[in-house]
């Protein structure tokens, strides 16, 4: 089955304590990326990635790292979480063969930072 | 400056009552447009692309169209499955935005 997997799914969490939330995918897309969603604030692109060792910022990317080693795995890290990184985080990935990206997303994770 | 704005920000229909949601978007180089549905607690799921003004695209009750400043998904018919979250989307070059979305609840 054709999917994007996310974990942990639910996440509570300590001010200042690193930690990375695991991004995969199995359809071989090259396009990858992370959101964060707030309520009223929809969708906002934090890093995306075109291929491996590729990476870029989106809208809000102060606070997280991410890396792109392998073509399936796309990390999201907070070296130090802060509650306003409170949220609901979706990562998702698209082909690009097109340059139009048709983005399959994950289940998301709820991070809650104390 | 908000690249996407969507409009209403809730829908509260009648089963068979059809319906119009808005999407209005700013960016200049317009690599596609496109609208998902989200239903609570889940990623959201991909429905239509449209790459250029006058473009069209149907699915079941649902059709979407665009122009150079907006685009619209149309609700024919609905039936309270139909109720979710639906969101618009653009790409300029290699980044996405997305609009708050438009929560539309279906009474039976």
């Known amino acids: 089955e054709a999917q994007v997997t996310q974990n942990p799914r639910y996440l509570i969490t300590v001010t200042g304590k690193k930690l990375t939330v695991t991004c995969s995918q199995n359809?071989?897309?090259?396009?990858m990326s992370w959101y964060r969603q707030d309520p009223g604030l929809g969708l906002r692109q934090i890093y995306y990635?075109?291929?491996?060792?590729?990476?870029d910022k989106g809208d809000v990317p102060e606070g997280y790292k991410v890396s792109r080693k392998e073509k399936r795995n796309f990390p999201l890290i907070l070296e130090s979480p802060s509650p306003n990184q409170t949220s609901l985080y979706f990562c998702a990935s698209s082909f690009s063969g097109t340059g139009v990206y048709e983005q399959y997303f994950g289940p998301g994770t709820r991070l809650t930072v104390t | 400056e908000d690249q996407v704005t969507q409009s209403p920000e809730a829908l509260r229909l009648q089963e068979g009552e059809s319906s119009s949601l808005n999407c209005s978007y700013t960016?200049?180089?317009?690599?596609?447009l496109f609208w998902y549905r989200q239903d609570p607690g889940k990623g959201p799921e991909f429905l239509f692309t449209?790459?250029?003004a006058g473009e069209e695209k149907e699915k079941e009750r649902l059709k979407a169209t665009l122009t150079k400043k907006e685009s619209f998904l149309h609700i024919t018919a609905p039936k309270p499955e139909d109720s979710a979250t639906y969101l618009c989307a653009v790409q300029e070059d290699y980044k996405l935005s997305f609009g708050a979305g438009t929560t539309v609840t279906v009474r039976a």
């Open positions: 960016v200049s180089g317009l690599r596609g």
């Open positions: 449209l790459y250029s």
């Open positions: 359809m071989n897309h090259e396009y």
């Open positions: 990635s075109m291929n491996v060792e590729v990476t």
